[in-house]
DNA sequence: CGCGGGTTTGATGATGCTCAAGCCCGGTGG
DNA sequence: CCACCGGGCTTGAGCATCATCAAACCCGCG
């Protein structure tokens, strides 16, 4: 069932197996939650409340720009933790969306939540230090790429790094995800081969 | 002198304060280091045992790209942490360079001291949560404005966020950081006003 | 005085954006 | 079953932004 591919995310950052009784103190405090396609999960203005692991689903997460089109700053698939970070520890509204691109499963959990588990379970301390660690990293070599890199070049590396993005999400949302317009994308891949 | 500052850099992160005894645990494990003017604190290629705290000065982080000009990614200055993280938590050769843009003061310890000293030291458990979470919010922006703004946004950007650093590093460097040209930083600041 | 790093200026060209139009295709209602 | 609609993708022409390369300039310092 769906705690399975949480446990199994948390054994592995954490490095470290969790006992029976974690696994029930988190059955208790996360919970599930159902998105339908296009249903939000959070609003522009409204405190993210919730962080959700996303067991089975794809969404994305995106602001308006002064022009008021989308600008697409995180795309999610199973495995990701879906939140915005700054609304969720800080508890002010965001500046952000975050909606359902496929019918989508989260578990759901607040940050006080969170904060008392954190305190019962050590791996999940651990598995926080790894999760900020490695996305400090990934968040370098983004922003890296983006400045170095051309556009087809950037395209080249998330085809490596994460293939299911392109076969799950629409091709203009990849482009604004890559921070190109959809026909730079779309000459671009016709250029390739 | 120089442990003060990172005293009330924990306090005011942690937003608690630390005890005598636990600011003679950080005398013990953080030692001072010394850098020259252009002294390397990390060397492409090998590990980044040390983190840093900069209590004076000024460091900046880069790497060579294929043409074989320096590409900065980071600037520090005084009470900013000068490490490759990568490196620094995996212990894996670095792919940067660090080095002293002036005279540089430094408080440096290696993982396995701090590991140890957090398991002391509840108040630098806390700390490194709110950096991780600050440090993710601020790539985020920098990511989301890197795509966004055009150079000479950007700039007017760094002018708010961190007019420090347009007065103490060489302008090629700000426009490196910045992923432009220093050609292109030049007429831009000349257009300006 | 002359050297050298940093900065500026100019000319040219590549990259990617904008705007507008057309196309493809799956779904819906007549 | 077909016609139409709409979303997404493609194509084209023109343009803005920025990189590149080369040369000159500026200024502090030996």
Redesign the interface.
């Known amino acids: 069932m769906m705690y399975e591919s949480l446990f199994n995310y948390i054994a592995d950052y954490s490095r470290s197996s969790i006992t029976k009784d974690e696994e029930d103190l988190i059955k208790n405090a996360f919970r599930p939650k159902i998105l339908r396609k296009n249903q939000y999960f959070l609003q522009d203005g409204d405190v993210s409340k919730y962080t959700g692991f996303i067991t089975k689903g794809a969404m994305r997460q995106y ?1 308006l ?1 002064k022009k008021g089109d989308e ?1 697409i ?1 995180n795309l999610f698939i199973e495995n990701y933790w879906a939140t915005d ?2 609304s969720f ?1 800080n508890l002010k509204p965001s500046a952000y969306n975050i909606d359902a691109c496929e019918d989508t499963e989260l578990l759901i959990i607040t940050r006080a939540d969170l904060a008392e588990l954190m305190k019962k379970i050590p791996a999940l301390v651990e598995m926080i230090r790894v999760m ?2 490695r ?3 990934a ?2 070599k ?3 790429s ?3 890199n051309k556009a087809e070049d950037r395209y080249e590396e998330l085809l490596r790094s994460n293939p299911q993005f392109i076969q799950r999400f629409p091709q203009h949302q990849i482009a604004s995800y890559l ?1 190109i317009t959809k026909e730079t994308l779309s000459r671009l891949k016709k250029a390739r081969k």
């Open positions: 602001y720009n600008v700053v970070r700054e520890f900020d660690d996305h400090a990293i968040a370098q983004r922003l890296a983006t400045i170095n921070g």
